[in-house]
Structure formats: C-alpha cells, structure tokens
C-alpha cells in the first residue's frame, strides 16, 4: 500500500458568497470558497475550480415537447403576421433536475448569467397550400437575437406535411436575462399550418 503523506504546505482559503467573488481584488493563486464553489486568482480574473463537472456548471439539455399544437390542433399563419412559436412543454426531459432555460408559461427563452452559451434545435411539422410561393421565417423576436432568422422553404408541394429542423447558437446579454426572449415565425408569400413543436436546448458554456 502507498505512503501517504501530507504536503508541505496548508493553503488558507477565504470564505466568502457569491455575490461578494467578484467584489475581491484579484491575487494571482489566492482562493475563494464559498457553499457552492472554490475559486482562485488566475490571469486576472477568479476561476472556478471545483466543481467542474457539468451538473455543478449547470450545462447540460432539456428537452420540450409541446403538446398543444398537435396534427388534430395545428398552429395557423397568416400571412405577413408575426406569431409566438409557442411550446407548452406538456412534457419535458432533461440530462439531470434542476435545470430549465426555457419558460413554458410565458413562452421565453432563459438566461442567468452574462454571457452562458446555449445552443437551440428546434424542430417542427408544417404545409402551405401555396407551397411554391411561401417560406417560414424563423427567428429569436428580441433585440440583436432577431438576426439569428432562417428562411424555410417548402419543398415537397402544396398541403404536404414537411419536417423542419434548425440549430441556432445564442449567448446570453443583460436584456436577456432580464427579458428573456421568444421565438417567433412568420409565414410570407402564403398561410401555412405549424404543429408537433420541439425545443431541444443546451447550455454549453458557463461562466456560473
């Protein structure tokens, strides 16, 4: 069996909360630790240290299903008029508890902390009567997120139910965090029918 033995030398870490982290001068290699996390001086800036698994980042996905909009109850576009991609999360699924970034009663996307990174797939059925003259504009409706727009085009002909699937990659402002952010579609150039709505989301970086 191995020798175990102390190391030559006890490190004396600050006790302090999270609110008060990034209130301390920063000292290269000196440590923080408050109830949720250890943290030490590094080029400038406080990292965290432990835990580095990703339940402990909050990273992880969930998965929304919406229930509402279904082939029996198809969400209608006029149009030219802007509409709420609207998910009901009738049900959800997640990598582990704990963990939601989508609001499923005021239909908004969520953020905590500046500048977390999230990367959204959604996923949805759709048809047009006029399929050769429409497309689905799909976009995140708030601020510099409304760039973050897709056209989609109907390709398989007119009242054909035609599968979406499209990945956009986010990272979280103040407005954001203190609005949250709906998703919206529009069709232009025709009406079209939108049902079985999937948000797929995963926080992929985090700075909390």
Not at 35 to 45: H, K, S, T
């Amino acid at each position: 069996m191995a020798t175990i033995y102390n190391s030559a030398y006890k490190v004396h870490v600050q006790e302090t909360t999270e609110s008060d982290v990034d209130n301390v001068n920063i000292e290269q290699g000196a440590m923080q630790v408050t109830d949720q996390a250890l943290y030490m001086g590094f080029n400038g800036e406080n990292v965290k240290v432990y835990p580095q698994s990703a339940i402990g980042q909050g990273l992880g996905w969930v998965r929304y299903n919406d229930t509402y909009w279904t082939s029996e109850n198809k969400l209608p576009l006029l149009d030219g008029v802007e509409v709420v991609l609207s998910n009901n999360g009738g049900t959800v699924q997640r990598s582990h508890s704990g963990i939601d970034y989508y609001d499923t009663t005021n239909y908004k996307l969520t953020g905590e902390v500046l500048n977390n990174v999230y990367m959204l797939t959604i996923v949805f059925k759709a048809s047009a009567p006029n399929a050769n003259q429409t497309h689905l504009d799909v976009y995140i409706g708030e601020g510099d997120y409304r760039r973050l727009d897709v056209a989609l085009m109907f390709a398989k002909g007119n009242d054909e139910t035609q599968n979406f699937h499209n990945v956009y990659q986010y990272y979280v402002d103040q407005n954001f965090i203190d609005n949250g952010a709906q998703i919206k579609i529009m069709a232009d150039g025709g009406n079209a029918l939108v049902w079985d709505i999937i948000y797929f989301i995963q926080k992929t970086q985090s700075y909390a």
